[in-house]
């Protein structure tokens, strides 16, 4: 999960550095987005919402009684949301999740398959799956 990444990111370098103001929470946001897409050479297409950019946007929902003001949402992002907060997923302009739900893949089929795997994988290393 990026929110866990951003997370652990900020959390690695306060506490390598016994800074706590070390890497604030719109700097460690940049780093996932307009940064990220800037150290693999792509802001020219990714990181920020323009004109003529992929646009990629995660919705996501606050359903915890805390009131997230706009000064503190850079604060909700990194160091509250995580995966369970979204609410819907558009790549590229395509919805792709909905209301939590993934809208092109049979999620319950993929963790069916990924466990058959995940089994076979242990069995032909002679470990126990019980």
């Not at 866990?4 to 306060?14: A, L, N, P, V």
């Not at 996932?32 to 802001?43: D, M, R, V």
């Not at 503190?72 to 949301?81: E, F, K, R």
Request: hydrophobic share 40%.
């Amino acid at each position: 999960s990026m929110f866990e990444i951003m997370r652990t990111c900020q959390m690695i370098h306060r506490l390598r550095n016994e800074e706590l103001e070390l890497l604030p929470d719109k700097d460690v946001f940049k780093m996932a987005t307009i940064n990220g897409a800037k150290a693999i050479g792509k802001e020219d297409d990714l990181g920020t919402l323009e004109v003529g950019k992929k646009a990629d946007i995660v919705l996501i929902e606050n359903s915890s009684p805390v009131k997230v003001f706009e000064a503190n949402i850079w604060n909700y992002l990194v160091s509250v949301a995580d995966s369970a907060h979204v609410k819907s997923v558009f790549v590229d302009g395509d919805l792709i999740v909905k209301d939590g739900v993934h809208q092109l893949l049979d999620e319950k089929a993929v963790r069916e398959q990924c466990q058959d795997q995940a089994t076979d994988f242990w069995k032909r290393n002679g470990w126990t799956t019980a």
